[in-house]
Nanobody, 124 residues
């Protein structure tokens, strides 16, 4: 089984930055993508950013429209770790952020692995 451990959440002022990390233990070679979802109170869990793990599209990123130009996802293959650099943070970015390793680029998340979540709060 794959286990995911997130770190880097916290409290930041609007306009500030945070960096999240997610370290995977176990093999993720059979997975298609790795990235981050978030869920705010009263809202559905939504994709924030993800990166393609292999194939000819290895390294291809994908971002939610709401974070394009502000967030950057990257991966350290040696450490099986994905990072999310979050800049120009807004209060609406406040949520619990969950790391995810996905079986599919498109479709349901059945069979995916999830981290336990890390809280990001953007407030003055």
């Amino acid at each position: 089984q794959v286990q995911l451990v997130e770190s880097g959440g916290g409290l930041v002022q609007p306009g500030g930055s945070l960096s999240l990390s997610c370290a995977a233990s176990g093999s993720i070679a059979s997975f298609t993508a790795m990235g981050w979802y978030r869920q705010a109170p009263g809202k559905q869990r939504e994709l924030v950013a993800r990166i393609r793990l292999g194939g000819v599209l290895r390294g291809l990123p994908d971002y939610a429209d709401s974070v394009k130009g502000r967030f950057t996802i990257s991966r350290d293959s040696t450490k099986n770790t994905v990072y999310l650099q979050m800049n120009s943070l807004k209060p609406e970015d406040s949520a619990v952020y969950y790391c995810n390793v996905a079986k599919r680029w498109v479709g349901v998340t059945t069979g995916d692995y999830w981290g336990q979540g890390t809280q990001v709060t953007v407030s003055s």
